[in-house]
Every structure is written in C-alpha cells, then in structure tokens.
C-alpha cells in the first residue's frame, strides 16, 4: 500500500467520520438546547348508541366511523394557522420559541423561506411545536407539544385540548342549530298557516251568521220532520172530523194550523236548501276553508312531531372528548436525543467511508 494511498484514504476517513462526529458531539454536548416533551390522549366519543353490524366493526377497525373522522378534524384543526393564531394571541408563543433554545432549533424568521411573515412560524409550528398522531385500531389520539421549558409544553398542550373541546362543542351547537333551526322554521310556517285558515274560518262565521252547516242543517231538517209530522196529524184529524161533522167548528181552524204548518215547513226548507243566503249554499265554502283548517292542523301536528325527533337526535348525537391521559408536565428533556444522534452521525459517517474507499479503490485501479 502505497504512501499516497494511507494519506488519501486517511483524509477521507477525517472528512466523513472523524470531523463530523467531532461536530455533532460538540454541538450535542455542548450547544444543543434541551427540549421537553408534554404528551396527552383522548378519543373523540359520540353519546349516540347505535349497533354494529360486521361489516360496521370491520369499518371501525379501520377507522372509518364517524367518530374517528371527528379525531381526524380534530387533528387537523389542532394543526391549522387558525390553532396556531390563538395560541400566539393568548400565550405569545412566538415570543419562546424566537428567544430560547440553540441557533439551530429556534425560530428564527430570517432563516425561512417567507421572510417576515406569518407562514413562516407556521412551518416552524407544524414541525417542531405539535404534533398528533391516531391510532386508528383504537380511536385513541396522542397530542404531543415540544418547548424549551416544562411549563411552556405543557401549557401548549392543555390549550389545544380546552380549543378542541371548543371546536367540538361548536360542532355540535351548529349541527343542533341547523337540525332544530330547519325543525323549528317549519313549524313557526306552518302554525302562521293554521293560524290563518283558523281566521278565515271565525271569519267566515261571522260574515255568514252560521257556525256549522252541516249540523245547523241537522237542526233544520229535525225541526221540518216534526212539522212534517204534526202536518200529518192535523190533516189526518180534519179529514176525520169533515167526515164525520162537515159543519163542526174545528175545521177552520184546523185548516188555518195546516197553512200555518204548511208556510213554516216551506220556510225552514228554504233555509237548508234554498238558493241564496240557504246553508246548503254556506255549506260549500265552509266545508272548503274547515278542510284546509284540518289540513294545515295535521301538517303542523307533524311538524311538531319532527321538531321533537330533531330535538331527540340533535341530544343524542352530540360529540365529546374523553381525556385518557392528561397533559403530561415533563421534568426532564426528552429530546435531542444526543447518543442517538451522534451513533447516527458517526455510522453513517462510516458507511460513507467505506463507500468512498471502494469507489476510490475502483478507480485507481482502473487508472493503473
């Protein structure tokens, strides 16, 4: 092995292996800032309980329910500039992050494509700060939030569960509102129509002296048959007392009860079937508006009903939070995790070595 050899394969053994392990154990031993980890679970729950079919078990162990879907918005919420904006608006977390830790692990704005702007801590926020992960066997999401402080971490972490709860409970007031809301639209629509066709029948009472044809045509028509029938009698009594005393007394005035009997039957029909102003002539008109009365009663009947099942469903439908672990207050730092770290760097470094020493080898011998 030629001189020139042992220095050029020691040169590179010194560039890929031994100066960037040098680099990483004193950037790791000396500068890397510390980072704590705060953790927490929960599921997101709905309180319907309806049953699973195989084929609905197999859909939530894949994670294709409703709620899981739900766990998926809440990750994706905790996750978005909306989350990010209220976190900074009611703990300044910009203002840790610019201010603690390494050069290397802290925001800094200059060092990130948009200069200035809000996107620009919002690449830092999604990834260093948060991260959640669901576990989509049991429903379980673990949400985890990294600092440079204990308290910073965890106080990160137990604001994204009390917004998420927040946005949960907003779901469920909107999906009530929207439920109910169309419920109770309809009901409030159809109550003014009952209301009307209630008016229009009072009024059409009123303006028309009756308040039921068809019984008021009951009365009447009782009324003609018993005068029918006394008609009846007192013809038959004058025709027996004409054939017995042509000369008697009572027959004038038997004859004077029958046209009096006569005129008021002809009367008391006139009013049941008469042409104008009789009820069977009311009667039509009533009928029409008591109809459309029954009907917009029936209607809101129903709409009522719905308003009660929406009222039912919107309760039992309502999605919530169930916290299995709480936010976790770290006392030591879980990362960088510096062994690992500098194992990796110098491992590498040494697969790098030994590539560059074959591919070397490879090309000298070909020059030779």
Do not use: W
């Amino acid at each position: 092995m030629s001189v020139f050899h042992l220095m050029t394969k020691n040169k590179l053994f010194l560039i890929t292996v031994v100066i960037p392990t040098t680099v990483t154990i004193v950037y790791f031993g000396l500068f890397a800032s510390n980072v704590y980890v705060s953790e927490s679970k929960f599921v997101v729950k709905s309180s319907q309980k309806q049953a699973l079919s195989s084929f609905g078990m197999a859909l939530q162990g894949t994670g294709l329910l409703k709620t899981q879907e739900d766990s998926y918005m809440v990750e994706e919420y905790t996750t978005s500039r909306d989350a990010l904006t209220e976190l900074n608006k009611t703990l300044k977390i910009e203002n840790h992050y610019k201010n603690n830790g390494d050069i290397f692990q802290r925001f800094c704005s200059f060092g990130i494509k948009y200069f200035g702007s809000n996107e620009s801590f919002y690449k830092y926020y999604q990834n260093h700060i948060v991260e959640e992960t669901i576990d989509t066997t049991s429903g379980v999401t673990k949400l985890t939030t990294r600092a440079f402080d204990s308290n910073t971490a965890t106080t990160i972490n137990e604001k994204l569960l009390e917004m998420s709860e927040s946005l949960v409970n907003s779901l469920n007031d909107r999906a009530r509102n929207d439920t109910v809301g169309s419920a109770q639209k309809e009901v409030d629509r159809l109550l003014s129509e009952a209301k009307k066709a209630s008016s229009a029948v009072a009024f059409y009472r009123s303006s028309n002296g009756v308040f039921d044809p068809e019984k008021q045509s009951a009365l009447q028509l009782e009324v003609i048959s018993k005068l029918q029938e006394d008609l009846i009698n007192t013809k038959s009594q004058l025709s027996e007392i004409e054939a017995i005393t042509p000369e008697n007394s009572q027959v004038g005035s038997l004859k004077t009860h029958i046209a009096l009997l006569t005129d008021a039957i002809a009367s008391e029909t006139a009013k049941v079937t008469g042409s104008k102003g009789s009820l069977a002539s009311k009667a039509g008109g009533y009928d029409s508006l008591v109809a459309t009365q029954s009907y917009a009663e029936k209607q809101l009947e129903m709409a009522l009903s719905n308003l009660e099942q929406a009222r039912s469903d919107a309760e039992h439908k309502q999605l919530y939070i169930e916290l299995i672990a709480k936010p976790s207050a770290p006392d030591t730092a879980m990362e960088p995790k510096r062994i690992k770290n500098i194992a990796i760097v110098f491992f590498f470094g040494l697969m790098m070595f030994a590539i560059s020493s074959i591919l070397a080898t490879g090309a000298r011998e070909h020059m030779e």
